[in-house]
C-alpha cells in the first residue's frame, strides 16, 4: 500500500523545524510501523537525502524507547501498544499518517523524531528505589508477600518509561509515569521505609523538570502502551497526604 | 510550607476548596429553593439568615478565603501547565479527555465574573436598585420584600440569561470537579472510577436544573407575585 507520511523535521535543539511530505511507496501490512520508517530512509538516503531520525531499540515493546506521535496519538494510540509493536495493517492504503515527536517542555528535541529524556531519569534518581542494602538475592518465600500485593507491584512495575504519559497529557505531566515507581514500592517491604521522602522527592523534582502538574485528563492512561492505571495516582495522592505535616 | 508549593500539594488544596464550594453551593441552593414557597419561604429565610447577625460576616470571610485559595491556585496552576507545553502537536486527538476538563480555567473565570455580577445583584443591590429589596417595600409580616426582588429581576431576560449562562459554566465546572476531586484524593481503586465519573456528571446535571429552573421558572411566569 502507498501512504503519505508528514513527518516532523528538527536539525537541533535550537532549529524551529517543521513537518515535510514523503511518500511511502510500496508498504506490506505486514510490516511494523518502524520498518515502514526504515524503507522510506532507505528511499531518502538513496536520493541523498537525510533519513529521518528517530528512536527505537528492542522493537519487540519492553525498552520504551521508540516515541512518536502518529496521527495525534502518543504511539498510534493502539491498545497498550508501542510504535515498534504497531503494524502496519492498522492504516489503509492512501492514508495520511502525521508523525511527531513527544512534545514537553521537559523533553527538548535532539533532532527530528528524537527527545531527551533525561529528565524522566532525574526523577528516577530522586527517589525510584530503596537505598537500603537489601543484601543478596533473598531466599524465596523470605520475605512473605500477599498476591494481591504482589501483582499490584507488578502492574506498577510494567511502566517502560516510554514518556508516552507526558505526550499524551495537556499539561505535559509525568505524574502517571512517577506514580507507578510510587506506588509500586510503597506496597513492598524494602520500598515502605522510605515511602514519604520518596513521594516528596520524586514529586519535586518532576516539577522541578519543567513537567506541568496534573489535573485528572486522564489521558495519560489511555496513551499508555502497558496500561497503567491511574489508580496508581491516587495511590500517589494518598502516599503525599500521609507526609503532610510531617 | 511543602503544601502550598508542591505540586500534589497544590492539587489537593484545589480539591478541598473545590468540595468546601460544593458544600456551599448545596446549602445555597437549598435556600434558593425556598422561592418556590412563595414570600413566606423565601423572606423568612433571608430574614433568619440576617438574624445570624455577626455570624454572617464570619461566614462571608471563610467562604472569601475558600474562594480566594481555589481561584489563585487554579489559574497559578493553570498557566504552569501552559508553559511545560510550549509548542502544540500540529494534530492532537483527545482519547478520554472531555472538553468540561479542558475548560476548567475558562468556566471557572467564568464562573468568578458571574459571582461579582450575583454580589452586586442581591447582595450588594445596585445592578436594578428599583427592585431590589432595599428599595421595596416590606412584605405584609414585616419583612424585606426579597421573593418581589427575585420574581421582577427574573422577569428581565437580560438577568435571567446571566443567571443561566453562570449555571452552565458551574454545570461544566462540576462535570469534571466532581469525579476529579475523589481521584485527587486517592479513592480511585481503579474500576469504581468510571462509575464515580457517571455519578459526577448525573450531580452535576442535578444542580443545573435545580438552579436553572428558578430563573426558567419565573421568566415563563409559573412563578409569579
Ligand atoms: C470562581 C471562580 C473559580 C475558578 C477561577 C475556578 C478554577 C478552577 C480550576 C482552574 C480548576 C482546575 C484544577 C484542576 O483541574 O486540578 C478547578 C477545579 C475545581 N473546581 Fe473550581 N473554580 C472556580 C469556582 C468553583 C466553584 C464555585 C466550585 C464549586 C461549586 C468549584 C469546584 C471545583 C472542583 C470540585 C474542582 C476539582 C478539584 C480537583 O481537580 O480535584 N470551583 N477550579
Ligand atoms: S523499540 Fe523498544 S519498546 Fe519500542
Redesign the interface.
Known sequence: MDLTLHVWRQNGPKDKGQLETYPAKGISPDMSFLEMLDEVNEELIKTGKQPIVFDHDCREGICGMCSQVINGRAHGGQERTTVCQLHMRSFKDGDEVFIEPWRARAFPIVKDLIVDRSALENIMQAGGYPSCHTGGVPDGNAHPIGKPVADYAMDAAECIGCGACVAGCPNSSAMLFTSAKVAQLAVLPQGKIEAKARVKNMTDTLQAEGFGNCTNHLECEASCPKGISVKFIAKLNREYMKTIGC | M??TQ???????LMAVTGLLLVGFISMHLLGNLSVFAGPDGINAYAEHLHDLGPLVWVFRLIMLVIFAVHITFGIK?SM??R???????????????TFS??S?LYTGLILLAFLIYHLLHFTVQITNPEISAANLPFDAAMRPDVFSMVVLSFQKVFVSLVYIVGMIALFLHLT?GL??FV????????PS?EKVTLGGKLVAVGFLLAYVAIPVLILARFVKL
Open positions: 511543602h503544601l508542591s505540586t500534589v500539594g497544590r492539587k489537593i496552576l504552569e501547565n508553559a511545560a507545553t510550549p509548542v502544540n502537536y500540529s494534530i492532537k486527538k483527545r482519547m478520554k479527555t476538563s479542558e476548567m469534571h469525579s476529579s481521584q485527587t484524593f486517592g479513592w480511585n481503586n481503579g472510577h
